[in-house]
């Protein structure tokens, strides 16, 4: 019996599966992640395609495909899913079985949907494994004892690709600290990728609100409203949000602007950089990822700027700007404290105009940036458009900022 921490779906959980998600799990009820699914108040379909591949192994092609589509439990057209989680089980399909799976849940596919799967590049077990969640995303990985063992089928992440068509590989997970040395985790992202970030109407807003446990505070910021202006002059005006994906209601200010993109920068710069890459890089593929236009008219960085030194703030300002378009704004909070919170906030835009804030306590980390003034100098190119101060019930004391991209010929 070997242990295996899945980074992937830990990754999953914290930065894409928001509260009402849909998930599909193509493995067995057994493995014990449902219960982290409910808890985020998601929709999950287990389907349990191990059973299947150990029914149908001897059957000609034709039978096992057909078989495949009578076991497929029958979804309503309206559902879209966020995950499939497909864990080892592709190793012991056929090309031509995995193209066929595809085909029969593609209904239920849209532009972002991530595909988690594990390819094993040692000696291939006799079936798929039965995993048992212990504690996290920890799980127990045990052999089945098979008399004979399934067929079994190589794939490299390009060949997986041609065989499951419209996908693109979003990541790969390898030889990390308790990770199997055997298995690598690979995530592939369906469809055109270019509005992933986009929040659509109908979206799981009500969901994270209603599910959320924790109680916000509301504050009136200053310098937010006058950046919110460059998104109600124009119905097709252009927004990003780089605040926690989970556990806020997007849905106003889903209404205030033409598009809005979120994108949950921290955890993905956190991400990269936990892959060893250098953090210039990592800023770089966080935002690649996210497949951002290149003319935003308002970029809200909320806390985040608060987590990073002088100089990695001017990496990502720098970064940021070349997606704003002239006169854009760029609106971010400063806190006044020595130490840290333990991560970022939630910021919630409220029909009020207010904004619903939690800030996490403060940790054992000292803050990274010096002064204020060396936050503002990070971005020559732009100038001070608004500001204001105040304080966070029980937390600590604030200065909000607005700048402004300054149009070379003025």
């Not at 998600?21 to 493995?31: I, N, R, T």
């Not at 094993?120 to 995993?131: I, N, S």
């Not at 504050?219 to 937010?224: D, E, G, I, R, V």
Request: glycine share 6%; proline share 5%.
């Amino acid at each position: 019996m070997l242990q295996h921490h899945s980074f992937g779906i830990a990754a999953l959980v914290d930065e894409v599966i928001q509260p009402g998600g849909k998930v599909l799990d193509l493995g067995c009820l057994s493995f014990g992640t449902t219960q982290t699914f409910l808890e985020l108040s998601c929709q999950t379909f287990i389907e349990d395609l191990r059973s299947l591949l150990l029914e149908i192994h001897s059957f000609d092609q034709q039978t096992r495909t057909t078989r495949l589509t009578k076991h497929l439990t029958r979804k309503p057209q309206r559902i879209k899913l966020d995950v499939v989680l497909c864990w080892d089980l592709f190793n012991f399909m056929e090309p031509e079985l995995i193209a066929q799976l595809i085909e029969e849940i593609r209904p239920h596919l849209k532009a972002g949907t991530i595909f988690h799967t594990m390819l094993y590049t040692g000696t291939m077990p006799k079936a798929p494994a039965d995993f048992k969640r212990l504690s996290g995303f920890t799980f127990n990985s045990e052999p089945l004892a098979l008399p004979e063992p399934l067929p079994s089928y190589r794939y490299s992440s390009l060949n997986l690709m041609k065989t499951m068509g419209n996908f693109s590989l979003r990541s790969s997970l390898l030889h990390r600290k308790g990770m199997r040395k055997d298995l690598i985790e690979l995530m592939f992202e369906y469809g055109n990728v270019k509005s992933q970030n986009a929040v659509r109407a109908g979206g799981t807003s009500a969901a994270i609100s209603a599910f959320r446990q924790t109680s916000l505070t509301e504050l009136p910021l200053t310098a937010l409203d006058q950046a919110l202006m460059h998104t109600k002059r124009s119905p097709v005006s252009k927004a990003l949000d780089v605040g926690k994906k989970a556990g806020r209601n997007m849905q106003h200010l889903q209404r205030e602007v033409g598009e809005l993109f979120i994108s949950d920068l921290y955890s993905a710069i956190l991400w990269q950089c936990s892959r060893k890459v250098p953090f210039n890089s990592a800023v770089q593929a966080a935002l690649r990822q996210a497949t951002l236009p290149e003319n935003l008219d308002c970029i809200l960085l909320w806390d985040l700027l608060n987590f990073f030194s002088t100089e990695q703030i001017q990496l990502i300002t720098h970064t940021l700007y070349q997606y704003l378009s002239n006169n854009g704004v760029m609106h971010f909070l400063l806190f006044k404290q020595e130490q840290l919170p333990v991560n970022c906030g939630v910021f919630e835009i409220q029909p009020s105009g207010l904004v619903g804030t939690y800030i996490q306590p403060a940790g054992n980390k000292q803050t990274k940036f010096r002064t204020i003034t060396d936050v503002v100098k990070a971005l020559p190119q732009m100038k001070v458009l608004s500001q204001g101060t105040g304080r966070i019930p029980n937390g600590p004391f604030y200065h909000e900022i607005t700048m402004q991209k300054v149009v070379k010929d003025q």
